[in-house]
């Protein structure tokens, strides 16, 4: 494989110091290569008919969106390892979940790329409440480790690209995806989204009780199983 084919090189390195510790975004590098949007997936064209609260005009970064429908805005940072093994050209992962309050910016950008690791910002994604989805919530919630779920995609004409398509809390969009065939890692979720997700789920969802189950001896032959 050419130096060329394995994106960009040293003199992209850490573009800027504040970049690098995640909060900013870096400036443009020479050599720099920034993923580039793709057409839909199949999540997303799932979720097609939520578009509308999806867009709704951000307010506060923790609980924006109409009543209805609460919204949060984070940023998804996905790093990518050059030949991380004599079989894969390029490895990736999601490497952080951050709250977005607008100061990333809205297009994606390269943090730092030291030749081997490399780390992308892409700002701006919607993380939707949905009373539909309460069950998915309480799921997480109560799973003892509650996460962020991210769907991501590689491109298929360029394999040094990745991107993350969208972010749910809920653990039944997250299986959902993976019905699809699509990319879903998941980071845990820090305590304040985890408080803001139960005050939405203990308002609009509520399990239904476990049924207690008769113990066979206490049943007649006919209806032991």
């Known amino acids: 494989m050419s130096p060329a084919d394995r994106g960009p090189g040293p003199e992209a ?10 909060r900013v975004p870096a400036s443009d590098a020479p050599g720099a290569t920034v993923p580039e949007a793709a057409a839909p997936s199949d999540a997303t064209a799932a979720n097609a008919s939520r ?4 867009e ?73 409440l949905f009373r539909d989805e309460g069950e998915g919530y309480y799921l997480n919630l109560t799973s003892g480790a509650p996460v962020w779920f991210v769907t991501w995609r ?37 305590p304040e989204p985890q408080a803001w997700l139960a005050e939405f789920t203990d308002a609009h969802y509520r399990p239904e009780p476990k049924q207690r189950r008769r113990p066979s001896s206490f049943l007649p032959p006919e209806r032991r199983g």
């Open 13 to 22: 390195k850490d573009a800027t110091a504040a970049a690098a510790a995640g």
């Open 154 to 190: 590689v491109s298929d004409e360029d394999p040094s690209r990745a991107w993350p398509e969208a972010v749910t809390l809920s653990y039944n969009e997250a299986a959902r995806w993976l019905d699809a065939q699509e990319r879903v890692d998941n980071l845990p979720l820090p």
């Open 56 to 128: 709704a005009p951000d307010g506060p970064a923790a609980a924006d969106g109409p009543a209805e429908h609460p919204r949060c805005t984070v940023a998804v940072v996905i790093e990518r390892e050059a030949q991380p093994n004599r079989w894969e050209d390029w490895r990736f992962r999601i490497a952080e979940v951050l709250p977005d309050d607008g100061a990333f910016g809205s297009e994606p950008r390269l943090l730092r790329d030291d030749g081997r690791l490399a780390r992308f910002l892409h700002p701006g994604l919607p993380v939707t």
């Open 51 to 54: 578009d509308a609260a999806r």
